[in-house]
């Protein structure tokens, strides 16, 4: 599944129409960041809802959280595709919209393994510590190149 993802990647070439930037400004790169955030949390609360017993939702079709899931999902991919064919769209909005889902993806699976043993929770920490340190980085090399 990954090298099929990796090749249609590779393989994609955007349209000339999308290719050509508009006027439009993108927004500043900390905002990208804090709606990547906002979207990513989101997306984990709404993980969540399938940990909470099926009888607090008596009546409702597994079906709602779903359609409810892809709606968010078209909304945050539609909003990403206008911000990002901005004129004025950069490396630093790019490092900012993934370092926002990044965290937020490691504040979701805080949750998840809160009840784990506690090697998992140092490993996870470890890991978000060393994703955290990577990402300064790349921000310090990102910044280097704007200058």
Same mark, same amino acid.
């Given at each position: 599944?990954?090298?099929? /993802? %990796? !090749?249609? !990647?590779?393989?994609?070439?955007?349209?000339? $129409?999308?290719?050509? $930037?508009?006027?439009?400004?993108?927004?500043?790169?900390?905002?990208?960041?804090?709606?990547?955030?906002?979207?990513?949390?989101? =997306?984990?609360?709404?993980?969540?809802?399938?940990? %909470?017993?099926?009888?607090?939702?008596?009546?409702?079709?597994?079906?709602?959280?779903? &359609? %409810?899931?892809?709606? =968010?999902?078209?909304?945050?991919?539609?909003?990403?595709?206008?911000?990002?064919?901005?004129?004025? =769209?950069?490396?630093?909005?790019?490092?900012? /919209?993934?370092?926002?889902?990044?965290?937020?993806?490691? &504040?979701?699976?805080?949750?998840?393994?809160?009840?784990? !043993?506690?090697?998992?929770?140092?490993? $996870?920490?470890?890991?978000?510590?060393?994703?955290?340190?990577?990402?300064?980085?790349? !921000?310090?090399?990102?910044? $280097?190149? &704007?200058?």
């Amino acid at each position: 599944m990954i090298a099929a /993802l %990796i !090749t249609s !990647t590779l393989a994609f070439r955007p349209s000339s $129409k999308h290719s050509e $930037k508009n006027s439009r400004r993108a927004p500043a790169p900390w905002l990208v960041g804090f709606l990547a955030f906002g979207f990513g949390v989101a =997306w984990f609360l709404m993980i969540g809802l399938a940990f %909470i017993p099926p009888a607090t939702f008596q009546g409702i079709s597994p079906i709602v959280p779903m &359609v %409810i899931g892809l709606m =968010w999902v078209g909304l945050g991919l539609s909003i990403v595709w206008r911000i990002s064919s901005a004129g004025n =769209w950069q490396d630093r909005h790019r490092l900012a /919209l993934i370092f926002g889902a990044s965290l937020a993806s490691m &504040v979701g699976g805080t949750l998840e393994v809160l009840t784990d !043993t506690p090697i998992d929770i140092i490993g $996870k920490y470890g890991f978000d510590l060393i994703a955290v340190g990577l990402f300064i980085w790349f !921000t310090i090399r990102v910044r $280097k190149q &704007v200058m």
